[in-house]
């Protein structure tokens, strides 16, 4: 209990130091006593914390206070950049006093989002005439970007602290980035690497390594758990938060994916080491033509192993790699200039690829493979379908976990490996928000079910009143983009004020652009259920067209609910749903002085009485309608109020 006293302590002094001079929130409270608890005892602690609680600074405190170093693991670029940006200098100018050395913190992304000064000098100096950077025919990365953008990334690189990308003050094409930066499975590592005492990437470790708190996002922290601790620096404390992702992002990071793209990679990289042109063109050939066979057997699993046609294929790719391999192995390790560092990137992606490529030859009862993508750009993938052993032998065993979430999904810690063997507390802090007052959860019983004729007809005429209703001031998110298209063609038109649909603008500056326009609308898919914040005026009304239910098709959860059984539904299918529900309705009430409607335009909801409730009880305790008209008049007589204002 020492630590939760130093925790709550610090946190009421940190609070106070808010704009307006804080306030005490008891969930807030709460949670930071519980994460202290946690780290102090090693328990492992699962706590969600709904909109409002100031989740961040309940675990930060008591994290920063421990003295141990810590990962903070987040799914969201806002949030990590809230992380960074906000809450920790924020901690770091109030917080210090009470701490026998100053705070520390530091970003850590994937390599690729680094430039590669080895990459740079490979490419050669600006050409006399300034018209390009490398040399024509002796890069096949350099050939294919934009000579332009790679003397605008040349020379910030002579000047960036940091090498991130994300710095740069332009966009640059994939082809170009692709050309002056590597991923994982390239890098030979600094020992080895002619540039490697100044690599921007590994400058980015060491300085994660004497940081106090260290963020990542929750792809890199997976891919750390997979390869065994060797990407992030040792810690003692994982905080992961927007927990619900976890289980998703790990299988991603546990599993690979075979591509065309791959080998055409590989080509390009090995074109700067090997003469033999035939040799480079018979394995991206190859690569290929496994592409046109996995086409085949696009959106399906791949049951039962490979078909002969596909298995044919596969192995031919395969042994067109390991021709490069033997030919690279020829090359000789003291080459002139650049060659050993050339020589040693082409080398870890061509064993990468093959190594990805027995994964799919030799695969183990425990995995899925499928198809998915585009006919033109068929994408293998290979996943694990149960994470929970990972997660118990990298994680729960070894270091002390938080996680968190505004909704985690029922049964997360056992699908996850966090089960009686392992020392754990769940806790629900709950919200402030008085949703009884500020919010309306809205049910039409009367449009027809989702999968049935007219549903689109009459979906349209309810967004169009509900829509006139608030005065524009609408996030309407749908569960597809044929939905959200649909509806953008019919209601653009007809609505008096205008329609902002993704797609239009970067998501930022959608965002941006709803949020100063109080009239406007903003038509959107999945990626704005989560990780967007519009409180104030400009939003009154949240519309789902549907009941997010996953695809009964997809491969991984459809082996998922194989293993469950005839409980299948609510445990894989209804969690997800629920969870993601709440998510959405969670874009509403930002603020204590929001108020709005939330209208899930599914009669399910409503009618289904085997799993209303599952998902009733997992959205915040807003009142409840199924009439029009009640609505209506609520959205109105907010319209009007905030125009009187």
């Not at 141990?68 to 006093?97: C, E, M, N, R």
């Not at 002579?158 to 003050?169: F, H, K, P, Q, S």
């Not at 192995?329 to 082409?346: H, S, T």
């Not at 409607?597 to 305790?621: C, E, F, G, M, T």
Request: aromatic fraction near 4%; proline fraction near 5%; include cysteine.
């Amino acid at each position: 209990m020492v630590l939760a006293d130093a925790a709550l302590a610090a946190l009421d002094a940190v609070t106070l130091q808010l704009p307006g001079g804080g306030e005490v929130r008891e969930g807030q409270r709460t949670m930071a006593a519980a994460v202290a608890n946690a780290i102090e005892s090693g328990r492992h602690l699962l706590v969600q914390a709904g909109t409002g609680t100031g989740k961040s600074l309940a675990y930060l405190v008591p994290a920063v206070m421990s003295g141990k170093k810590v990962v903070v693991a987040t799914a969201t670029k806002a949030l990590q950049d809230q992380l960074a940006g906000k809450d920790l200098p924020f901690l770091a100018a109030h917080i210090d006093a009470q701490r026998a050395v100053p705070l520390r913190w530091a970003v850590l992304k994937g390599r690729s989002n680094y430039v590669c000064r080895q990459r740079l000098a490979e490419l050669g100096r600006t050409a006399a005439n300034g018209a390009q950077l490398g040399l024509d025919g002796v890069d096949k990365l350099a050939d294919a970007a934009r000579p332009d953008e790679l003397l605008r990334i040349n020379s910030w690189a002579a000047t960036t602290v940091t090498g991130d990308r994300a710095e740069l003050d332009f966009e640059p094409s994939t082809r170009t980035w692709t050309a002056v930066s590597v991923g994982v499975r390239e890098c030979p590592g600094a020992t080895r690497c002619p540039n490697g005492e100044t690599c921007f990437a590994e400058r980015a470790r060491r300085d994660a390594a004497n940081a106090d708190v260290v963020i990542v996002n929750q792809h890199l922290f997976a891919l750390d758990l997979v390869l065994d601790g060797i990407i992030l620096p040792d810690h003692d404390v994982v905080v992961i938060d927007e927990a619900h992702q976890t289980e998703d992002t790990v299988a991603a990071a546990a599993g690979c994916e075979l591509t065309s793209g791959r080998f055409d990679a590989l080509a390009r990289v090995c074109a700067a080491i090997l003469e033999d042109s035939t040799l480079i063109a018979d394995a991206e050939d190859a690569g290929h033509r496994m592409a046109d066979a996995a086409a085949a057997h696009l959106g399906t699993r791949l049951l039962g192993g490979l078909t002969d046609t596909l298995a044919d294929a596969v192995n031919n790719a395969r042994d067109r790699v390991e021709r490069l391999m033997h030919a690279l192995r020829g090359v000789p390790d003291n080459g002139p200039g650049d060659v050993a560092a050339r020589k040693l990137r082409a080398v870890q992606t061509s064993t990468a690829l093959i190594a990805d490529i027995d994964t799919l030859l030799f695969q183990r009862e425990t995995d899925v493979a499928w198809v998915e993508g585009r006919a033109e750009f068929p994408v293998i993938r290979i996943a694990p379908v149960d994470v929970a052993p990972t997660m118990a032998s990298t994680l729960w065993s070894k270091k002390v976990a938080i996680l968190t979430s505004a909704t985690l999904p029922a049964r997360l810690a056992p699908r996850l490996g966090l089960d009686a063997s392992f020392n754990f507390d769940e806790l629900d802090v709950g919200s402030p928000f008085d949703y009884e007052k500020q919010a309306l959860l809205y049910c039409p019983v009367d449009l027809p079910d989702p999968r049935a004729p007219g549903y689109r007809e009459a979906l349209h005429a309810e967004l169009e009143q509900l829509i006139v209703a608030a005065g524009g001031r609408t996030l309407a998110l749908f569960t597809s983009w044929r939905a959200m298209n649909e509806a953008v063609e019919h209601l653009r038109p007809r609505l008096p004020w205008p329609v902002l649909a993704q797609g239009d603008l970067p998501k930022t500056a959608l965002v941006d652009a709803f949020s100063l326009d109080p009239h406007t609308s903003l038509f959107a898919t999945m990626s704005f259920w989560q990780g967007i914040d519009i409180p104030g005026e400009t939003l009154s009304l949240v519309t789902i067209d549907r009941l997010p239910f996953p695809r009964p098709d997809d491969p991984l959860l459809e082996a998922r609910r194989e293993i469950a059984g005839p409980g299948a539904f609510r445990e894989i299918d209804l969690p997800r749903a629920a969870t993601l529900l709440a998510q959405g309705a969670g874009r509403l009430i930002r603020t204590a002085h929001d108020r709005g409607v939330v209208a899930v335009l599914d009669a399910r909801l409503a009618k289904n009485k085997s799993y209303r409730w599952d998902i009733v009880n997992a959205l915040p305790p807003m009142r409840r309608t199924r009439h029009r008209s009640e609505t209506i008049a609520f959205l109105r007589e907010l319209r009007d109020a905030d125009a009187d204002a």
